[in-house]
């Protein structure tokens, strides 16, 4: 007989790693993984040949319906949505450590907006989950060419919105934290040098607190680093810690945490900042980091 409580937990983080990268938020993957329990629960195990293809099919869907119910809610979303970032610790091996930031980046995520659910299903089924076309098919409820084409498509439109950099992950390091050590310091021309010049940056404060949706220039970034710096002094710390697979940049201002800033470098310089400053999508991350 099978023991289905065991096998739920036994693929619940394969779950929720798909409920996430599909929705960008922990609360909302958390919920779709607890629905995808109780219809587990109610179903019949004994009549299923592969369990967990089931889970992952439920999952997906469910995924996909809440991901229409939450785009729509996005679009009167105050500024930028960006995804929640998570405080993790980085796999084990340095083939892992690859695989893991490429595929749930900040930045990653953040283009996955782009996608209709169903390309983005698609896309993640096939890319990262390494599904065959005709378990996609069959998850999508659509032909193995209408798959293809959506996985195709979905990979023009990523690469046309937002090449991707191969940069090491050593690189990067070095990068944050020689920028992390400019804004303690508060050198503007450390920071200047640091940014490419055609460098932007996007935040999300949801509404709650203030944030640029979009500034672009090296110098006008470096200017607003700087300025935090002149007018918090001491009171102003940043960590250099992993979050979504990458070295990233947590400021706190008077002991609390401010904002969480994921950084796109082209191995010399930054590119782009991606900042979430929404409150909401921070409780986690500061929770995690006091944690630890």
């Not at 450590?97 to 595929?103: G, Q, V």
């Not at 937002?162 to 050590?181: I, N, Q, Y």
């Not at 640091?194 to 509404?207: C, K």
């Amino acid at each position: 007989m099978i023991d289905s409580t065991s096998l739920f937990k036994r693929h619940r983080p394969r779950l929720h790693a798909i409920a996430y990268r599909m929705l960008g938020t922990v609360a909302e993957a958390e919920d779709v993984v607890q629905d995808t329990w109780l219809r587990w629960h109610e179903a019949d195990h004994a009549g299923l040949d592969n369990p967990e293809a089931w889970l992952v099919t439920v999952t997906t869907r469910l995924s996909i319906d809440r991901l229409r119910a939450a785009k729509m809610q996005r679009e009167s979303y105050t500024g930028v949505w960006l995804p929640e970032p998570v405080l993790m610790p980085s796999p084990a091996t340095p083939e892992e450590i690859r695989e893991f930031a490429d595929e749930v980046s900040i930045a990653f995520l953040f283009v996955l907006e782009r996608l209709s659910p169903e390309a983005r299903a698609a896309f993640l089924m096939r890319e990262v989950f390494d599904a065959d076309y005709d378990d996609i098919a069959q998850i999508l409820g659509k032909t193995e060419p209408a798959c293809r084409q959506l996985v195709r498509r979905a990979k023009q439109q990523l690469r046309q919105d937002s090449p991707r950099r191969a940069v090491s992950r050593e690189t990067h390091h070095r990068l944050m934290e020689g920028f992390a050590d400019a804004m303690r310091r508060g050198d503007f021309h450390g920071l200047h040098a640091l940014l490419n010049d055609e460098a932007e940056l996007v935040g999300d404060g949801g509404g709650k607190v203030p944030s640029f949706s979009s500034l672009v220039g090296g110098k006008r970034l470096a200017q607003l680093f700087y300025a935090g710096k002149r007018r918090y002094g001491d009171d102003l710390r940043v960590e250099v810690v992993q979050v979504n697979g990458q070295w990233a940049l947590l400021r706190f201002i008077h002991g609390a945490l401010e904002s969480v800033q994921s950084y796109e470098t082209d191995g010399q310089r930054i590119v782009r900042v991606l900042v979430q400053r929404n409150p909401d999508k921070l409780a986690r991350v500061a929770a995690a980091f006091e944690q630890g």
